[in-house]
């Protein structure tokens, strides 16, 4: 039987020959403007499947170290000192279960806040895996959530303006059995990874693929792949506005390189899916 975590739905999809473990409710994170908190939450899981597969969420500790509070850390190409750049030095006392995080409630949730565009939250998912052959990995995600403003639309587009649209998501996978540390700090100070979260939509269902892996056939100890994965407020200028025109209690912003963040306060984005699929 699926063991199902008290906080999580784990769902055991079939598609097209290949097993689909399911993360509904994943990972929910609200952004506000860098002004008022901007509140991420995480839930608790660890997820044991039937499959010989295992998957534990770990949060990078350095989420917390930018304001001394649950406000995440800017990016490598922020422009802070450098001698403030976040690395990864040892990846098993950086990462920890998400059972051990100090901010985790009695509701198993995990609150976050950051003041600032280009924060970010790192976290590493864990599959652990015990098969008589090779088998593929995919982390994708495949459900997401922006509730587009009620007042604020693109003069451009004319569209209401959603959170997702400042919202990057970077991931990659590594070798569990190999020098973890190294691998995870060249994801963690990269400064050319891809935003792999390019959409115009306000909500999903999606499919967009985020890192695969291979877990190789009996190892000793078993083989564990690692999916890093970041979620940022963007600070990129081309997701800057300026205010252009109202009509009718709409008010229109254009992008603009000079403008500012003011537009996203208030929304939010939530990551409500990411699914693993073994082939």
């Known amino acids: 039987m699926i063991n199902r975590s008290k906080k999580l739905k784990v769902n055991l999809i ?37 499959s010989n597969v295992q998957c534990t969420l770990k949060y990078f500790t350095k989420n917390y170290t930018t304001l001394g509070t649950p406000s995440g850390y800017y990016g490598p190409s922020s422009f802070i000192d ?7 030095d040892d990846y098993q006392t950086q990462f920890l279960p998400i059972s051990q995080d100090p901010y985790l409630n009695s509701s198993e949730t995990v609150v976050t806040t950051a003041q600032f565009p280009g924060l970010r ?63 995870a700090n060249n994801f963690v100070t990269s400064t050319n990874s891809p935003d792999l979260f390019v959409t115009t939509a306000s909500s999903g269902p999606c499919d967009i693929l985020l890192a695969t892996d291979t877990l190789s056939s009996p190892e000793n100890p078993m083989d564990i792949s690692v ?9 990129d200028p081309a997701t800057y506005y300026d205010y252009s025109s109202s009509v009718n209690g709409i008010d229109y912003y254009q992008h603009d390189v000079e403008g500012s963040s003011n537009v996203y306060k208030n929304l939010s984005f939530a990551l409500t899916e990411l699914t693993i699929r073994v082939s």
């Open 14 to 50: 079939i598609t097209l020959g290949a097993s689909a473990i399911s993360l509904t409710s994943f990972l929910y994170l609200t952004y506000s403007w860098f002004v008022f908190p901007r509140v991420s939450s995480i839930n608790a899981m660890e997820i044991k499947t039937e």
């Open 82 to 88: 450098p001698a403030d750049h976040v690395t990864v």
């Open 121 to 183: 939250f790192t976290y590493a998912l864990e599959v652990l895996g015990d098969f008589s052959d090779d088998k593929e990995l995919f982390l994708a995600m495949t459900n997401f959530v922006s509730p587009p403003s009620a007042t604020l639309y693109d003069a451009t587009t004319l569209n209401p303006i959603t959170m997702a649209a400042a919202t990057n998501i970077y991931a990659t996978a590594i070798d569990g059995n190999g020098d973890v540390s190294t691998a």
């Open 227 to 235: 999916f890093l994965f970041t979620v940022e407020f963007s600070n």
